[in-house]
């Protein structure tokens, strides 16, 4: 665990933008049980927090993808922080949809992509990765090359570590499930004895009640 995976954690446990309850769980909207909820939409409404992700996930753009054309944002989580760092790079900003618009133009891809560009997308959260790579799969429709992804947090299921990879998505986040489980613990949030639950959900989270 680095630095910054670890003060990540901490400031999202503080703003209440993660929540656990090992013994109270939380439906997910795709109907999954879990004793985790992380809502990092909670970040855009305290100043300090909101400029903290948009310069760390700049730095990181600029350190790991100095190539970039344009910049990404996973509607509609991602688009505030996408925005942001787009403009602290002056880069092009798009988001693209979960699915094509009803109405108009129909678009899936709002915003203007040349072909050819170079992209990074910007996320707020990684579950299974499946909304996530649809977005990457647009984009590459679009004859544009998806150099890399960076999210805020990532829960870091096997299902999306291996969808990444058959992808071929460099996917790089702020902080993790390990990180923010040992920040909570230290902080007292959970105890000890809550730790094992927490991993047996993430090791098969389908399928945990």
Same mark, same amino acid.
């Given at each position: ?10 400031k999202?446990?503080k703003? $209440?933008?993660?929540k @656990? ?9 795709? %109907?999954? *049980?879990?004793?985790?909820?992380c #809502?990092?939409r ?9 400029s903290?992700v ?11 993808f ?10 509609t989580?991602?688009i505030?922080q996408?925005?942001?760092?787009a ?9 693209v949809?979960?699915?094509? $618009?009803?109405?108009? @133009?129909e678009n ?7 072909? %050819?560009? *170079?992209?990074?997308?910007?996320? #707020?959260?990684?579950s ?7 977005a990457?799969?647009?984009?590459r429709m ?26 071929k ?8 499930y390990?990180?923010v ?7 007292g949030y959970i105890k ?10 993430? *090791?098969?989270p389908a399928h945990?009640?």
């Amino acid at each position: 665990m680095n630095g910054l995976e670890k003060i990540f954690a901490e400031k999202l446990l503080k703003v $209440k933008a993660i929540k @656990l309850q090992p013994t109270n769980p939380f439906t997910w909207a795709s %109907g999954w *049980k879990s004793p985790f909820y992380c #809502d990092n939409r909670k970040t855009l409404s305290y100043p300090d927090l909101r400029s903290f992700v948009k310069i760390e996930i700049t730095r990181i753009i600029m350190e790991r993808f100095p190539e970039v054309d344009a910049i990404a944002g996973v509607a509609t989580g991602a688009i505030p922080q996408g925005a942001l760092v787009a403009d602290a790079l002056a880069l092009p900003f798009v988001y693209v949809r979960s699915k094509p $618009k009803d109405h108009g @133009l129909e678009n899936l891809i709002e915003g203007e992509l040349r072909p %050819g560009m *170079k992209v990074v997308v910007v996320e #707020d959260l990684i579950s299974t990765g499946g909304s996530s790579l649809k977005a990457v799969e647009a984009i590459r429709m679009n004859g544009c090359d998806v150099i890399g992804m960076v999210a805020a947090y990532t829960y870091g299921f096997d299902v999306a570590e291996k969808a990444f990879r058959e992808a071929k998505v460099q996917l790089v986040t702020l902080t993790n499930y390990e990180a923010v489980v040992e920040a909570a613990l230290e902080s007292g949030y959970i105890k000890a004895e809550d730790i094992e639950l927490l991993n047996k959900w993430r *090791k098969d989270p389908a399928h945990w009640s």
